[in-house]
């Protein structure tokens, strides 16, 4: 039981980013959002801050002042080679590491590679009963082997409401979408 809230923790937050919402799995940001489609712009030497301001403009562009997105979520990799990028005389591009505008940065290593989610947090919601449901039992040769199965659960909610999915936009691939974006 030492490892068990660990455990279950670990497996929340991938389900938060990841969940698949089938069979008992909750519906994570990833399936809850709608794609970023890219398209051509001209932009010279593209790069993952570029792209972020397009899918921001995507987001927020006709729909008035009801979206403000505030966050781009992104794994360690990606994060690299944003923060990591520099001119041709060694300096680096971007010098404020937590930000991209008004956006918090949020590192995830959930997120898969070449991925990133853009949105405004205030229209996704976590709804969590408190607490974690520790059962023990034994099945089979258990008993004879000197083994017990220990099942945890945790019971939660992640939303976000469908009429505010265009709040958010998620760029599955990120090299597809920087060489469109150069086009």
């Given at each position: 039981e030492l490892f068990i809230d660990t455990n279950v923790q670990t497996k929340v937050d991938d389900q938060i980013v990841n969940g698949p919402g089938t069979s008992g799995n909750i519906k994570g940001l990833v399936a809850s959002?709608?794609?970023y489609t890219p398209a051509a712009a001209g932009i010279t030497a593209a790069n993952i801050y570029d792209l972020v301001r397009k899918v921001?403009?995507?987001?927020t562009k006709g729909r008035g002042s009801k979206y403000n997105p505030d966050f781009v979520a992104m794994n360690s990799d990606t994060l690299d080679l944003l923060q990591l990028e520099k001119d041709a005389n060694q300096n680096y591009i971007f010098p404020?590491?937590?930000n991209i505008g008004s956006m918090v940065i949020v590192e995830d290593n959930n997120i898969a590679d070449n991925v990133l989610?853009?949105?405004d947090s205030?229209?996704?919601r976590i709804y969590e009963m408190g607490g974690t449901a520790i059962s023990r039992g034994l099945k089979g040769d258990q008993f004879v082997?000197?083994?017990e199965t220990i099942k945890a659960r945790k019971r939660l909610l992640f939303l976000i409401?469908?009429?505010d999915q265009t709040g958010f936009r998620k760029v599955t691939s990120i090299s597809a979408?920087?060489?469109t974006l150069a086009s």
């Open positions: 959002v709608p794609a921001k403009t995507d987001i404020d590491k937590s989610v853009v949105g205030r229209y996704g082997e000197d083994m409401r469908n009429v979408a920087l060489t």
